[in-house]
Every structure is written in C-alpha cells, then in structure tokens.
C-alpha cells in the first residue's frame, strides 16, 4: 500500500536467534540469561518461604513457643524445687537456653524439610525447579528462610520465659549466643532440606522427627549436665552435634558450659559445628546438583 509509512529501519538486517543476546534482542534459545548471581531470584524464593510460614505464624512461631514454654514449667516444677543449683544457677535459669535454641532448631527443620516434600506430593515441585536460579542459590534461599523462622521463635521463647519467675537471661558472651544458636539452626535446616529430598512421603518426615530429631535434642544435656552421666554415655553425648549446640549456647548466657573447663573448649566446639554445616551443605548442594529423586 502506497499509503502506508515506510519503517526508518526497512533496510536493517533481521535479528536472528544465532545472534544471542544484544541490545534489545531475545536470548537465543536455550542460552542463560543469569551468568552470575541472581539476587531477585533468590530473594523471591525467600520471600515466598518466608511469606508461606508466617501466614500461619500462630501455628509456626506463637505455638512452638507455648509448647516449649510448657517444658520449662513442668521440669522446673518437677525438678527445680528447694532451690536447685547447676552451674551456680537455679534450675530454672539453667535450662531456659537449651529450650530456646532445642525450639529453634527443631522449627528450622519442620521448616526446611517441608518445601520439596509438598511439592513432590502435590506435583508443584515444578515451582522450585524451573525457575533461573542455580542449585547453590536454591539451597540458600530454603535455608535462609528455615533460620528466618528459627531466630523469630528464639525472639518469641526469650521474650515468654523473662516472664516466667527465676528466669534470669544475662547474656555473658554475646558471639557464642549468635553463633551457636545459628549454627544449630543452619544444621537442622540443612537436615531438614535433605529430608525433603529424600522422603516420599510425611510418614518418612515424621519418621525422622520422631526416631532422629527428638531423641537427639532430648538427650542432649538440655536438662542436665553430662558430668552426671556415667563415663560411656559421657563419650555418647559428646558424639552428639546437638550437645555442642546446646551447652554453647547456654554458655552464651551463663559464661559456663559442660563442653570443657575453658573457653578454647567452646572455640572448639563452636568450629567443629561450622565444619560440620560445611560438609552437610556439601552433600546436600552435591544431591541438589544430581537431581537426586528430583528429576526422572
């Protein structure tokens, strides 16, 4: 039509595919747009992780915090009466760290371990799959948003227990409270995560909670001090991840701890945890990487 406007650009050569990306074309197919760290995707995800337990905060942060509290009034009751001391406090005052942070951990693993198994059930496991993130940023995001969840229940458990008489929280060492109460954290959200990955179903997750999760965090020094025990379960509790956990924290609080008679015992205790969230993220990134009972 002879009416019609001629394009200024008429002459120009079509973009084609093979041509990748330039300024304001398309990718090629298939080419990736992300060569570097994608920042937006992986806050997105965490968002989403986050936004999705505290729609229900009641029932992810309030209840497990209520819950807890409920052990601190029934040992306390139980075994803190006629002035109790352990480690030249009372009862009460002695085991208030070891709930805090048992709470935290084990809401960092209900977390952690629910995104993949849910999708894998409901068939939306797409959702973590297709998006442009890589397996490291994957990881990070659902890891990050399990701690999220595991530091807003140590807020809510402090907060109810200064309530609570005889409760005295001083923290003495402020670096062993962060860093063993992350730590512990960032380790049951990484079991949790590969938990997820490896369950088919909520049976295999409650399985784990119930015969791995409990027992280790019960039979931690949580309620006790393992200079008690005889001299074998002595050496079983010192396998234990979960009592490094525990006693470092409570050391954070009370400047005291069953993990050794000094500091560089704590120091100790406090790099054998970060080598074990090392090595833990290592296999769970390796698992991320093969698709493994993710893609077939």
Request: net charge positive; charged share 10%; hydrophobic share 55%.
């Given at each position: 039509?002879?009416?019609?406007?001629?394009?200024?650009?008429?002459?120009?050569?079509?973009?084609?595919?093979?041509?990748?990306?330039?300024?304001?074309?398309?990718?090629?197919?298939?080419?990736?747009?992300?060569?570097?760290?994608?920042?937006?995707?992986?806050?997105?995800?965490?968002?989403?992780?986050?936004?999705?337990?505290?729609?229900?905060?009641?029932?992810?942060?309030?209840?497990?915090?209520?819950?807890?509290?409920?052990?601190?009034?029934?040992?306390?009751?139980?075994?803190?009466?006629?002035?109790?001391?352990?480690?030249?406090?009372?009862?009460?005052?002695?085991?208030?760290?070891?709930?805090?942070?048992?709470?935290?951990?084990?809401?960092?693993?209900?977390?952690?371990?629910?995104?993949?198994?849910?999708g894998k059930?409901?068939?939306?496991?797409?959702?973590?799959?297709?998006?442009?993130?890589?397996?490291?940023?994957?990881?990070?995001?659902?890891?990050?948003?399990?701690?999220?969840?595991?530091?807003?229940?140590?807020?809510?458990?402090?907060?109810?227990?200064?309530?609570?008489?005889?409760?005295?929280?001083?923290?003495?060492?402020?670096?062993?409270?962060?860093?063993?109460?992350?730590?512990?954290?960032?380790?049951?959200?990484?079991?949790?995560?590969?938990?997820?990955?490896?369950?088919?179903?909520?049976?295999?997750?409650?399985?784990?909670?119930?015969?791995?999760?409990?027992?280790?965090?019960?039979?931690?020094?949580?309620?006790?001090?393992?200079?008690?025990?005889?001299?074998?379960?002595?050496?079983?509790?010192?396998?234990?991840?979960?009592?490094?956990?525990?006693?470092g924290f409570?050391?954070?609080?009370?400047?005291?701890?069953?993990?050794?008679?000094?500091?560089?015992?704590?120091?100790?205790?406090?790099?054998?945890?970060?080598?074990?969230?090392?090595?833990?993220?290592?296999?769970?990134y390796a698992?991320?990487?093969?698709?493994?009972?993710?893609?077939?």
């Amino acid at each position: 039509m002879a009416d019609q406007p001629v394009s200024q650009h008429a002459d120009a050569a079509p973009i084609l595919p093979e041509q990748g990306m330039g300024h304001g074309t398309f990718p090629a197919q298939g080419a990736p747009m992300f060569h570097r760290f994608n920042r937006i995707g992986l806050w997105t995800l965490y968002m989403k992780e986050v936004r999705r337990f505290f729609k229900v905060q009641t029932q992810t942060i309030w209840a497990p915090a209520i819950t807890t509290l409920l052990f601190l009034v029934i040992f306390t009751v139980a075994m803190g009466r006629e002035g109790r001391m352990v480690l030249g406090v009372n009862f009460a005052t002695f085991i208030a760290p070891g709930l805090i942070v048992m709470g935290m951990m084990q809401n960092a693993f209900a977390n952690s371990s629910f995104g993949f198994l849910a999708g894998k059930i409901q068939g939306t496991i797409i959702d973590y799959l297709m998006p442009p993130l890589s397996n490291a940023e994957l990881m990070l995001a659902l890891v990050g948003a399990a701690v999220t969840r595991a530091v807003l229940v140590g807020l809510a458990l402090s907060g109810a227990m200064l309530m609570w008489p005889g409760v005295h929280l001083n923290v003495a060492h402020p670096w062993a409270v962060i860093w063993f109460g992350l730590m512990g954290a960032t380790m049951l959200a990484l079991i949790g995560l590969l938990t997820s990955l490896w369950a088919e179903k909520f049976d295999h997750n409650s399985a784990v909670t119930n015969f791995v999760i409990a027992p280790l965090s019960l039979l931690s020094g949580t309620f006790y001090v393992i200079d008690n025990l005889a001299p074998l379960f002595q050496t079983i509790s010192r396998m234990n991840p979960f009592f490094y956990v525990i006693s470092g924290f409570r050391f954070g609080f009370l400047g005291q701890s069953d993990i050794g008679d000094t500091n560089i015992a704590v120091l100790h205790g406090a790099l054998g945890l970060g080598l074990l969230n090392l090595a833990v993220a290592g296999l769970v990134y390796a698992l991320l990487r093969s698709g493994w009972k993710l893609k077939g």
